[in-house]
């Protein structure tokens, strides 16, 4: 599903360059679930930006589906994040103003689905992420973790290849978190591929792969036995 | 077209609506700048309008011509005679120069702008004395209020009849007392009353205060003979009235000996001067108005674009977080512009009804023109047309600026953005 081949990344700073990404060599199958781990300024973020298309690589090949991901523009770049990839952030990123029902329709209308179909989509996701009678709330009356379930209704609206996790668990305490990694869980068992960036162990030890980062290398790739997040709920 | 999808309109409204305070005073620039472009336009139509009215009634296209005294000696005469026309000079006026449509000659009793003692049972008025021909009409409208205007059978057949102005009227008799029939006497001699005229509003060449007697009468009366006083001319409507008034000038000035050079023998007045004054005063004013207007508008839309790129930058995340999702530069741009084009839009239709309104009111106070030239204040279509499609689209181009703000920024930095 997605298949990465030396990639290196470097940012300007000054004078100076920074060397965030020196080579990264890495493959994902369809319906892993890998946590990408390591501490802050491993390059974990980069990298997610990279293959989110939200940063461009300096060298390195990048193959999302079967399709080679370089020179995009602008315009070329958001079709694919539209047709490609879910984003969920750390700090949800809904939009304030828009109620739930209408920020999970949202990649939908960039996808110019209609108006009627994108509605009963959009509430058929939030019935999945079990907020259907939150549909008409705005994000402001929604719980930290009811806002990150509505973010990843609104990630799979889209029906993607990928969905990409930026520290889903970041702004959440741990009770919550779970609930979220059980979702992420039952979304990867129904045979998305989902990454997850995080810098938790136990929510890395929730995934079914842990690729380590560090300075801008893969130090370690393994497998792990998945723990189901269920059993805390 | 992208422009009747149902999808991008409920999205601008949406996104407008939610912050209507933002928005309403996002407009207020607008809606004050299109106030001000519609009172200033409005009230110099009504200026334009105003000036019409006052001139209604009197041809523009006239002139009038009349005897004064030489200034250069010429052919053994000496400097200083004074001229006299004869009544034949109308018809070889006329026959000459074709431009003239009408010709009115009319004689005063006394000399011009002297008033003679006018007797009615015991009550005198001093009033203007003319013999006047029923075409005078069509120069100078008289505005009746009662009887008729002079006509081609009084001339015919001389009658002793008058028209009497309002001022005179008020002299000679009681007020609401009826004066068509009654008779007055001006040097001993009677004549009846058979119309009396208002001035026409503010153009005022006869006053109110004169009798006008058909000139065939006048002659019989006051034993003026042959003699005429002067012309009122109408001319053609496509012929300019100094060429007219140098044609008749040439054949008074041979006809009476007049030096060719002397400029103060022959007395004239164009009428057309005074209209085409006002006509380029009140373009002037329209002009200037339109430019004032546009670019108060255009102040306002720039504080709509202040207020968006701004907006933008508030924005920053949730436009990061839609391009993430899926849109397109293009997508981002055209909902930025459209949303800077209907607000400019909706704050100039609300700007267009509150001056159409206060138009309305000025209209209602001081439309009547009665003592300002000031008539139905309001702004043509083509004028609001105008001024509309200009606004619209100054905002689109002024809305290009905060749409390529908002695309300029990559959506890894606006999410970046805490």
């Known amino acids: ?233 | 077209m992208w422009l009747f999808d149902k999808d991008l309109w409920v999205e601008i409204f949406h996104t407008l609506g939610k912050n209507m305070f933002r928005t309403f005073l996002t407009m207020l620039g607008v809606i004050f700048a299109m106030i001000i472009l519609i009172l200033l336009l409005g009230s110099a139509n009504g200026m334009s309008n105003g000036f019409d009215k006052v001139f209604a009634g009197t041809a523009s296209n006239s002139l009038f011509v009349w005897g004064q005294s030489t200034s250069e000696p010429y052919k053994g005469f000496e400097r200083g005679r004074r001229i006299r026309y004869k009544i034949e000079d109308a018809e070889i006026l006329k026959k000459q120069i074709p431009e003239i449509e009408v010709l009115a000659p009319r004689i005063e009793l006394g000399s011009h702008r002297e008033t003679v003692t006018v007797y009615r049972e015991g009550r005198t008025s001093g009033s203007s004395v003319y013999g006047d021909y029923p075409e005078i009409d069509n120069i100078t409208k008289k505005k009746l209020v009662e009887g008729r205007f002079l006509n081609k059978t009084d001339i015919e057949d001389s009658k002793k009849i008058c028209v009497i102005g309002e001022e005179t009227y008020k002299l000679l008799f009681d007020k609401s007392e009826n004066a068509v029939g009654k008779d007055i006497r001006i040097n001993g001699v009677f004549f009846t009353v058979v119309g009396v005229y208002k001035p026409n509003n503010n153009i005022n060449i006869d006053g109110e205060n004169a009798v006008f007697i058909p000139f065939t009468t006048f002659q019989k009366a006051f034993n003026t003979g042959d003699r005429m006083g002067w012309m009122a001319i109408a001319v053609e409507p496509n012929t300019k009235v100094p060429v007219v008034e140098n044609k008749i000038k040439k054949i008074l000035k041979t006809k009476y000996d007049i030096h060719p050079d002397d400029e103060r023998a022959i007395g004239s007045f164009d009428m057309s001067e005074i209209f085409n004054n006002i006509s380029a005063f009140t373009g002037v004013l329209k002009g200037f108005s339109f430019f004032v207007g546009i670019f108060t508008l255009l102040a306002g839309v720039i504080a709509i674009s202040n207020i968006l790129l701004i907006t933008v930058k508030e924005r920053t995340k949730e436009i990061g977080v839609r391009r993430a999702l899926g849109a397109t530069p293009r997508t981002v741009k055209r909902q930025i512009v459209v949303e800077a084009i209907v607000l400019t839009a909706f704050a100039g239709l609300i700007g267009f009804a509150i001056s159409v309104g206060i138009l309305a009111i000025l209209n209602s106070l001081w439309g009547s023109g009665e003592d300002f030239p000031f008539v139905n204040p309001m702004v043509s279509i083509p004028q609001f047309g105008i001024s509309f499609l200009l606004m619209v689209s100054l905002s689109v181009l002024i809305g290009l600026i905060p749409a390529n703000k908002a695309v300029k920024v990559r959506p890894i930095e606006a999410l970046r953005e805490e």
């Open chain 1, 1 to 233: 599903m997605i298949e990465i081949k030396d990639l290196h990344k470097s940012y300007k700073m000054g004078s100076n360059s920074l060397h965030v990404l020196k080579g990264i060599n890495f493959t994902a199958e369809a319906g892993e679930l890998v946590a990408i781990m390591g501490s802050s300024g491993s390059g974990k973020s980069t990298l997610l930006n990279i293959l989110g298309m939200l940063d461009g690589a300096d060298s390195g090949e990048y193959i999302l589906d079967g399709v080679p991901i370089k020179d995009l523009t602008e315009t070329k770049a958001a079709q694919y994040r539209n047709k490609f990839l879910g984003f969920v952030f750390q700090s949800f990123n809904l939009i304030n103003y828009k109620s739930a029902l209408e920020n999970v329709a949202l990649p939908l209308y960039y996808q110019k689905v209609a108006r009627k179909e994108r509605q009963e989509k959009a509430l058929n996701y939030l019935d999945r992420v079990g907020l259907k009678e939150w549909a008409t709330h705005l994000p402001s009356e929604l719980s930290g973790g009811q806002k990150q379930r509505v973010a990843i209704a609104r990630a799979m609206a889209a029906e993607p290849k990928v969905l990409l996790a930026d520290e889903p668990t970041g702004a959440l305490d741990s009770t919550t978190s779970y609930e979220v990694m059980d979702l992420i869980q039952k979304i990867n068992d129904e045979g998305n591929t989902i990454l997850v960036v995080t810098h938790e162990e136990d929510i890395a030890h929730m995934c079914k792969r842990i690729v380590h980062l560090k300075d801008g290398v893969i130090v370690e790739d393994k497998k792990i036995k998945q723990v189901r997040a269920e059993q805390y709920v």
